[in-house]
């Protein structure tokens, strides 16, 4: 049964730090893995999507990683900014439940003060 | 890009009472939608798998007489809380991909925060 874990749960840093999030998933057979954001009370916006065959993607400030054969992730982001605080989420496929069923991390929230 | 509307984005209503949630994919077709529940300050878990068409898969505890999903056209789901109690209340999430394209990602709704009083 795929499970996937993320560390820290919980980030405080000060404007302009560069950021490292973390995420660890059981099961290395995934399709893919994607990271989102929450803003509170509010639905999922889609960062970045990693095929298995990739190592990395970017878009603007943000940079995941993807080892599947040790199983982890990690989503960098540069520079940060208060506009950046949000739960971050890590998602894979369930390789049981196909392509689309998506087992979530639980999220590290991320608070960057000005 | 795709969007995916979610509406209500928030309903209160009363035990015993049923609520629908209603969500649509704005400019492309899914012929499979996803909704997901999230309790406050943990990961979104799967409820059930919504097919165009034929009837929704439900995850392994989710009461389907409970939780009645409606895939009636490749734009639309809506998921309906029949006699909600007060444990419904939550924060239900809908996702769908773009059935035309290949390997393409998921798009969430915003959410629909469900209070039962």
């Known amino acids: 049964k795929q499970e996937v874990t993320q560390i820290p749960a919980a980030l405080s840093v000060p404007e302009g730090e560069n950021l490292v999030l973390n995420c660890s998933f059981t099961d290395s057979a995934i399709y893919n893995l994607q990271w989102f954001r929450q803003d509170p009370g509010k639905g999922l916006t889609s960062l970045l999507l990693?095929?298995?065959?990739?190592r990395e993607q970017t878009s603007g400030r943000l940079n995941a990683s993807l080892d599947k054969s040790s199983g982890r992730s990690t989503l960098y982001i540069a520079a940060s900014q208060p506009g950046d605080s949000a739960t971050y989420l890590c998602a894979v496929p369930s390789g049981a439940g196909g392509y689309n069923k998506l087992i979530f991390g639980a999220g590290t929230r991320l608070a960057v003060h000005p | 890009g795709a969007v995916v509307s979610q509406h209500p984005s928030r309903v209160i209503c009363k035990s015993g009472t049923s609520v629908k949630i209603e969500c649509r994919s704005l400019d492309f077709q899914a012929t499979t939608m996803f909704w997901y529940r999230q309790f406050p300050k943990k990961s979104l878990m799967l409820m059930a798998t919504s097919n165009e068409g034929s009837k929704a898969t439900y995850e392994q505890g989710v009461e389907k007489d409970k939780f009645l999903i409606n895939h009636a056209s490749l734009t639309l789901s809506t998921l309906t809380v029949t006699s909600a109690h007060p444990e419904d209340s939550s924060f239900y999430i809908c996702?769908?991909?773009?059935?035309?394209?290949?390997?393409?990602?998921?798009?969430f709704g915003n959410g629909t925060r469900l209070t039962v009083t």
């Open positions: 996702s769908a991909r773009d059935s035309g394209a290949s390997n393409s990602p998921l798009h």
């Open positions: 990693i095929q298995s065959s990739q």
